[in-house]
């Protein structure tokens, strides 16, 4: 293959039709930078339930009467339960240091015994499976609950699964953006690129006459495609960069603390998928401008 | 070189482009194809160039069965025939260096070689100072040398010119058609179709004759017109 002379052709072809050019990539600007929004503000849903789930505690309170034997069997039925990732004991003193932490050091001072009970802090697999495991413990025997209630197991019921429900709900309906945006972006450049090779068929149809076989006349616009597709790409991962993190700076500047925003990686993030916002949109953007110009010229390529 | 045998080539609804042509044109022969418009010339250039497929009847450019031709073999073939056009054909994003260049380029030719035959080429045919001239930028008998230097750049066996000299005044188009002849000189096959009469019969080549897709006439020294010949003979009884 003659890349030198594809590639003079290919650049050559784009110097003069440059307007044309100009639309195709900024066609792959656009989708593309749309899909990069996508990814960034699908990773940072992903974050955002990653964190809440795992703020998702049961906590179980111990009476203080409740005899060894009763702790001991409250242990065993928690380790029994396959949902449960993990626990921990807080036993009273560390409640009261939390406590203290938290509160300050006057209001406990004056305490004559230590008021807070020990108790078991549970985190489950999933989420949604809380609710299942939280009833378990409601009847425990060891379990501090005023009579007639189960206020000694506490954790976050229906605020916390809404929330996660919406975001799982978010999550579909990126995805499905995603794919929407990606065949708009497929269907805008073959489209740019059709109307570029229309407005060439004349010379297609010489190239064919000189005795050029297909993949002679192919390469130039396929090259072509794939440097407007390289090039709308790599500005569209700089340009949702700089706003992403244009964001999270101004977010964290600011004092809405609730929200917090990750900036997404532009290089490569080691281990998770996509990869970095640069190689994801690049590797895109070239593929598209190629296989829309592969498109659009197999009709005046068919022999 | 070229064998037509029992060639039918109908257009879609039932227009008559080629009718049982059966023809043989040898190696290293000059031929001028004539008819009135519609009467097929083109038709039987774009056959031998495999653009169109004929619905009957068989068809041998040097020995190839064009028939049985795989699609991906068509550029072999149409590197092997140089042509040209009534409305040239040149690249117009190309230089004339380049728009010549480029047949060298389709066959892969070595980049050193290219540098020493396209020069060689354009001074041949007389355009030594228009090299990096764009086609816009020269006259149509000009443009036409052009495409004559791209169709013979390869030194094909075979060269198909359609109505070559028909854009252009007659004293450019003797010039053409004597660089033609210089091809054919070489031994190189050329079928020229064209309505230049004058120049039909002040060649005296091998002329067919075309009428509504059938042969009509096929003459070693033959002039433009039938008429012309009975009138000879005529006159010589
Ligand atoms: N693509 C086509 N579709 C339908 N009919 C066609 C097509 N090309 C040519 N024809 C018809 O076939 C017949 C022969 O055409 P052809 O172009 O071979 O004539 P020609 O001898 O080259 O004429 P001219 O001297 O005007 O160039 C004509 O009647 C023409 O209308
Ligand atoms: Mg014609």
């Excluded at chain 1, 609950?145 to 976050?156: F, I, L, S």
């Excluded at chain 1, 998928?273 to 592969?294: D, I, N, Q, R």
């Excluded at chain 2, 509504?212 to 008429?227: A, H």
Aim: aromatic fraction near 8%; charge should be positive; charged fraction near 20%.
């Amino acid at each position: 293959m003659r890349l030198g002379f594809f590639l003079s052709e290919a650049f050559g072809s784009m110097r003069r039709n440059w307007v044309m050019a100009m639309a195709a990539v900024i066609t792959v600007f656009i989708s593309t930078a749309i899909l990069g929004a996508v990814l960034v503000t699908r990773d940072n849903l992903n974050q955002g339930a990653t964190s809440l789930k795992n703020r998702v505690l049961i906590e179980v309170f111990i009476k203080d009467g409740a005899t060894d034997e009763q702790k001991a069997t409250l242990e065993q039925r928690i380790q029994s339960i396959p949902e449960i990732k993990s626990y921990q004991y807080i036993s009273k003193d560390e409640a009261l240091r939390r406590f203290r932490k938290r509160f300050g050091e006057r209001i406990v001072q004056n305490l004559p015994i230590n008021p807070l009970p020990a108790s078991y802090e549970i985190q489950v697999k999933d989420a949604n499976q809380v609710d299942g495991v939280a009833r378990q413990f409601f009847d425990d025997p060891a379990v501090d609950n005023d009579p007639g209630t189960h206020n000694g197991v506490k954790y976050a019921r229906e605020t916390v699964r809404k929330m996660l429900g919406t975001i799982n709900l978010v999550g579909i309906g990126m995805w499905i953006a995603t794919g929407v945006f990606a065949l708009a972006a497929v269907l805008l450049i073959s489209t740019t690129v059709r109307l570029s090779i229309f407005a060439r068929r004349r010379e297609v149809e010489i190239m064919r006459l000189v005795g050029a076989t297909n993949w002679f006349i192919r390469w130039p616009f396929v090259l072509e495609g794939f440097i407007t597709g390289l090039i709308g790409a790599v500005v569209a991962a700089g340009f949702v960069w700089l706003c992403n993190w244009a964001l999270a700076n101004w977010l964290e500047s600011s004092d809405i603390d609730f929200l917090q925003i990750r900036v997404f990686s532009m290089w490569w993030q080691s281990g998770s998928w996509p990869a970095g916002l640069l190689p994801t949109l690049a590797v895109l953007g070239a593929a598209l401008g190629a296989l829309g110009s592969m498109v659009a010229l197999r009709r005046y390529l068919k022999t | 070189m070229i064998v037509f045998e029992d060639v039918t080539k109908i257009y879609d609804p039932d227009v008559v482009g080629l009718q049982d042509f059966t023809c043989h044109i040898g190696k290293g022969e000059f031929v001028f194809l004539v008819g009135a418009s519609g009467s097929g010339k083109s038709t039987l250039i774009k056959l031998v160039l495999k653009e169109l497929q004929p619905d009957s009847g068989r068809i041998l450019v040097a020995g190839r069965n064009l028939g049985t031709l795989r699609h991906r073999k068509v550029p072999l073939l149409r590197r092997n025939i140089g042509c040209v056009f009534q409305d040239f054909k040149l690249l117009p994003n190309k230089t004339v260096y380049d728009n010549v260049a480029y047949a060298l380029e389709v066959v892969g030719e070595p980049r050193r070689s290219i540098r020493r035959k396209v020069p060689e080429i354009l001074s041949l045919v007389g355009l030594s100072d228009k090299t990096a001239n764009y086609p816009h930028e020269i006259s149509g008998g000009e443009q036409q040398r052009v495409s004559v230097a791209r169709a013979f750049v390869n030194h094909p066996p075979l060269l198909l010119a359609d109505e070559p000299t028909g854009n252009i005044d007659p004293e450019t188009a003797v010039g053409i058609m004597q660089l033609l002849v210089r091809i054919n000189r070489t031994g190189t096959t050329v079928v020229v179709a064209t309505h230049d009469r004058d120049m039909v019969n002040r060649m005296r080549r091998r002329v067919l004759q075309l009428d509504n897709g059938r042969l009509v006439r096929d003459e070693r020294r033959g002039g433009y017109d039938q008429v012309t010949e009975v009138e000879e003979q005529e006159a010589l009884t």
